[in-house]
C-alpha cells in the first residue's frame, strides 16, 4: 500500500531553516509528481510546492517563493522541502502528496513551528 512518512520539523526562531523529507514506498516513486501541503489551525490546507517527475519542473506557492525549494532524490524514494528565511506565518503542519494535482495520498504530517 502507499505510505508516505514526513520528518524533519521542529520549532525554529524566525529566519532560520528547516530540511523536510517524505520518504515513500508502496508504488514506483519515480512515475509521479509528488507535492508538499501545508494545513495552519483554523486553516484549510493549502500547496506549497510540488515537482515532476523528472524533478526538472517546479511549482511554489507564492508566499514560498524565493525561500523554499523542492527536490527529489529518485533513487531514494525521497523529496524533501527546504525551507529558508522562516517567519511564523509558516507555523503548520506539512504533508507530502503523491501526484501533481492532489491525491488522496498523504502521510501523517510533520509540524514546524516558527517563533522566537
Known amino acids: 500500500q502507499v505510505q508516505l512518512v514526513e520528518s524533519g520539523g521542529g520549532l525554529v526562531q524566525p529566519g532560520g531553516s528547516l530540511r523536510l523529507s517524505c520518504v515513500a514506498s508502496g508504488f514506483t516513486f519515480s512515475n509521479y509528481a509528488m507535492s508538499w501541503y501545508r494545513q495552519a489551525p483554523g486553516k484549510e490546507r493549502a500547496l506549497v510546492a510540488r515537482i515532476s517527475v523528472s524533478g526538472r519542473g517546479t511549482n511554489y506557492a507564492d508566499s514560498v517563493k524565493g525561500r523554499f525549494t523542492i527536490s527529489r532524490d529518485n533513487a531514494k524514494n525521497t523529496v524533501f522541502l527546504q525551507m529558508n528565511s522562516l517567519v511564523p506565518e509558516d507555523t503548520s503542519v506539512y504533508y507530502c502528496?503523491?501526484?501533481?494535482?492532489?491525491?488522496?495520498?498523504w502521510g501523517q504530517g510533520t509540524q514546524v513551528t516558527v517563533s522566537s
Open positions: 502528496n503523491r501526484g501533481w494535482s492532489q491525491s488522496d495520498y
